[in-house]
């Protein structure tokens, strides 16, 4: 930037961490195929809920395997610091995307017809020793569970993020309490 007098002056932005957390996302969700959304819109819901930036985006381990390796590699330098990784049948786009970064890859095996989720939940969960995935359950509960993770991850350097997760857990205290039965 030119100064009032003419002379080049350098401008440093210094931002909080609010203001950089609202500019970019910090948690991306991907998912192996579009028929996986109606599955993973939960995600997505949650982290609204919380006021968690993410981005979805539908890549494929074995269909678009350039593209997705592409995004991982990229993802950490665009400040995304946990990846939700959801795929059915041979789930390995969770392992993929843990092989491109060190960010913390959360897997979720979506329910497939053959097998209900099982092999998408194998798939996911044995990784051999070395590059770590954190598996959550088959369908609804782990695509729910993997963003409240996301969520808890984040929170531990962001406590108004932990102090969401307090109320969240509270309220679901109080409704189990009020709880009757016939
Ligand atoms: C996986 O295959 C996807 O993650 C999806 O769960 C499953 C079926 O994909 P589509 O045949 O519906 O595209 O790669």
Redesign the pocket.
């Known amino acids: 930037m030119v100064g009032s007098k003419g002379q080049k002056t350098k401008i440093t932005i210094f931002m909080s961490r609010k203001q950089a957390d609202d500019r970019h996302p910090l948690v991306s969700i991907i ?6 959304w109606e599955t993973m819109q939960h995600a997505a819901q949650t982290l609204s809920q919380f006021g968690v930036a993410h981005e979805c985006r539908v890549l ?4 678009t395997p350039q593209a997705t390796t592409d995004y991982i590699s990229k993802a950490e330098g665009r400040g995304v610091q946990v990846i939700i990784a ?4 041979a ?1 390995h ?1 969770a392992g993929v995307a843990a092989a491109h970064t060190v960010l913390p890859v959360l897997g979720v095996p ?1 329910q ?1 017809q053959a097998l209900q989720g099982l092999d ?1 939940l194998l798939s996911t969960v044995q990784m051999p020793a070395g590059i770590p995935v954190g598996t959550l359950a088959i369908g609804k509960p782990g695509v729910i569970n993997a963003a409240l993770l996301a969520i808890a991850i984040l929170a531990s350097t962001r406590p108004p993020l932990r102090d969401k997760l307090r109320q969240y857990r509270d309220e679901q205290t109080r409704k189990i309490l009020k709880e009757t039965l016939p």
């Open positions: 998912m192996g195929s579009k028929s996986d494929s381990a074995h269909r959801a795929a059915g049948g789930a786009l979506m497939s998408s």
